[in-house]
């Protein structure tokens, strides 16, 4: 595989035992070019790195070497683990973002993800369900890759979970079990940041950081029968 090396000063220095790494995490830059996302990586004051930067032409850039711990999930959980960032791989796409006029993703930029992503997942015997997005470990602060972000092509390759076809049939109809059967399955799936039992301001942002994986058509942060299905059939899997 073909790298170009750009070193980032942002990471933590003492080196980890690669077998700690067991998760892929997706984000984009949201930065208004592939020049000004590369001057903040690089930069001492940000605080902010990534392992892989991937630009809208398929060039991969490695920032960070993997046995070191890059800054780029911040505050996370995913299932019973916190602070993702000493277990995982940071890629970051170059894309605008939502603030700035948010990209569909190049598919030279997702040829390249494919190939590096196969690649990392064998290396280091990463599971199919721990290739994850930004807004799948910090669902109350995050939104990338967002909407855009083509998961179900890249699930075809074992690349993040998917589901089978769904009918859209009544599950089921009263509220507050809908909302409590939602948010346990969201439990089992590995999503974090709520309460299984009461509902709260924070419930949107986690049906829509659901629904920007799975459901990237409707992201409107209500559980209609389709999201619940979907996420009772992700949750038995």
Request: charged share 30%; hydrophobic share 35%; net charge positive.
């Amino acid at each position: 595989m073909k790298l170009k090396i750009i070193k980032s000063p942002n990471y933590t220095k003492k080196s980890r035992n690669l077998k700690k790494i067991k998760f892929i995490i997706i984000h984009y830059t949201g930065m208004q070019s592939k020049r000004v996302s590369i001057s903040k990586l690089l930069s001492l004051s940000s605080k902010v790195s990534c392992h892989y930067l991937i630009d809208r032409k398929g060039e991969i850039i490695q920032m960070v070497n993997d046995n070191k711990i890059a800054w780029h999930a911040g505050k996370s959980k995913w299932k019973n683990i916190k602070e993702l960032n000493k277990y995982s791989i940071g890629i970051e796409l170059v894309n605008k973002g939502h603030r700035l006029g948010y990209q569909g993703f190049h598919f030279r930029q997702i040829k390249s993800l494919t190939h590096l992503c196969l690649i990392l997942k064998k290396k280091y015997k990463i599971k199919t369900a721990n290739i994850l997005g930004h807004s799948d470990i910090a669902p109350l602060r995050k939104i990338d890759p967002g909407e855009k972000f083509p998961w179900f092509q890249l699930s075809k390759k074992g690349l993040g979970i998917w589901y089978k076809k769904i009918k859209n049939k009544k599950f089921v109809k009263n509220r507050k079990k809908i909302r409590n059967i939602f948010f346990n399955n969201l439990s089992l799936i590995g999503y974090r940041y709520f309460s299984k039992k009461n509902s709260s301001t924070k419930d949107r942002y986690l049906i829509k950081a659901f629904q920007m994986r799975f459901l990237p058509k409707n992201v409107n942060g209500i559980i209609d029968q389709k999201t619940l299905k979907i996420s009772h059939y992700l949750a038995k899997k």
